[in-house]
């Protein structure tokens, strides 16, 4: 019982040794960085009740649901692909992409790739929030021309991004994440970003840029993918006893 917290100790120990300087040691690196091995894990065979059992830590902050925040200071999670919550986790670990917040609950002393799979698979098949927040709708014409001239093509019509080439779903995700990621990809923050997004965005302005943010917080999931308003996750009620949905038959 006490061992998953002696391992996150464990790792904020040796996280203050290394002086948190992590993501300056980090050679050039971009969207393809951990590509490969991001595809290799997509083939391991996910348990779910593992899965379920990590995301007891990443619910701290993404909340039981996985939806992180409306304010956007946590993004939600839920529903996104399995593909790319995996390849995230491999950067996030590894420096390619700074979160300096969720480095020490990834660590490969606490998590490692079979842990990153299961944890994706069960947050993929959590419903989305009902609701989310959105932008101001001052120029939703103008967002939705850039959108489906610039971003429709690797993110989808309708946001649903594509799991095989690892472009994350946008649709349903609360406003000011979507335009804090967008500007830490613009100004170079975003170390994994795609380049060619990352050329595209330069030449946006600041208005391009929050019209078609704001354009792509109002695309909506299917509802079959989305939650009723009120639901919670019953995996975590009950002081986090387990449902037994996913025990192991
Ligand atoms: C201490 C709070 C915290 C914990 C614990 C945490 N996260 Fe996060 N997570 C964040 C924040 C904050 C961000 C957004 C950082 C940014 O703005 O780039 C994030 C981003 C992410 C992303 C990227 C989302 C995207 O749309 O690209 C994924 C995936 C993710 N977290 C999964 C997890 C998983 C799985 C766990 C548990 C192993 C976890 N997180 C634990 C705070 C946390
Ligand atoms: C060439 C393909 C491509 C194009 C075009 C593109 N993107 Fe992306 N986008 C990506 C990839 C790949 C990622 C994930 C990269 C990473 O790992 O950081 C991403 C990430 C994002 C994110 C962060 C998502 C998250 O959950 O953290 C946002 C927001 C985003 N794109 C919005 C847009 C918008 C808006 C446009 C059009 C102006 C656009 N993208 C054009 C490929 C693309």
Request: glycine share 6%; hydrophobic share 35%; with cysteine.
């Amino acid at each position: 019982m006490a061992e998953p917290y002696l391992k996150f100790a464990a790792a904020l120990v040796s996280i203050i040794i290394s002086g948190v300087g992590m993501a300056d040691q980090v050679p050039k690196s971009d969207a393809d960085t951990n590509r490969k091995e991001a595809e290799q894990a997509s083939t391991l065979t996910p348990d779910m009740e593992n899965g379920r059992k990590v995301f007891k830590t990443c619910a701290l902050c993404h909340s039981p649901e996985g939806w992180g925040t409306k304010d956007g200071t946590t993004p939600e999670i839920a529903g996104q692909h399995s593909t790319v919550i995996i390849k995230q986790l491999m950067d996030i670990q590894r420096g390619n992409r700074d979160n300096p917040t969720m480095v020490p609950f990834t660590m490969p002393m606490v998590l490692n790739n079979q842990d990153f799979v299961d944890i994706a698979a069960y947050v993929e098949q959590l419903k989305m929030a009902p609701t989310n927040l959105m932008g101001s709708g001052k120029n939703l014409k103008l967002g939705k021309e850039i959108y489906a001239k610039e971003c429709a093509k690797c993110h989808g019509k309708n946001g649903e991004g594509d799991a095989k080439e690892f472009y994350p779903k946008i649709h349903g995700q609360n406003y000011n994440y979507l335009l804090r990621q967008m500007l830490w990809i613009k100004h170079g923050k975003r170390r994994n970003a795609n380049r060619k997004m990352i050329k595209q965005v330069n030449r946006f302005s600041d208005e391009d840029l929050m019209a078609v943010i704001d354009y792509s917080s109002r695309l909506r999931p299917s509802t079959s993918e989305v939650a009723k308003e009120g639901w919670t996750n019953k995996d975590f009620s009950n002081s986090f006893k387990y449902s037994p949905k996913y025990e192991k038959k």
